[in-house]
């Protein structure tokens, strides 16, 4: 799993397929949902399930998303 965060969005990348997500307001770490999707990263940890995928385990590394003009 790829998770590549740029503000307020982020886009997961899992299986070839590519989610895109907005930051939501929670309690529980940072969390981005979609109508089909949600990715919970809490410290070193990550959860992101959608309606074909479900991935729990450690985050080992998160990629800025270019930016463009």
């Given at each position: 799993m790829i998770?590549?965060?740029s503000?307020?969005?982020a886009?997961?990348?899992l299986a070839g397929r590519t989610y895109p997500l907005k930051w939501k307001q929670s309690s529980?770490?940072?969390k981005?949902?979609?109508p089909t999707a949600a990715l919970i990263?809490?410290?070193g940890s990550a959860i992101f399930v959608s309606e074909d995928q479900l991935s729990l385990g450690p985050?080992?590394?998160t990629l800025p998303i270019?930016?463009?003009e």
């Open positions: 998770v590549e965060r503000g307020d969005t886009h997961v990348t529980i770490g940072d981005f949902i979609s990263i809490d410290g985050c080992t590394k270019a930016a463009t």
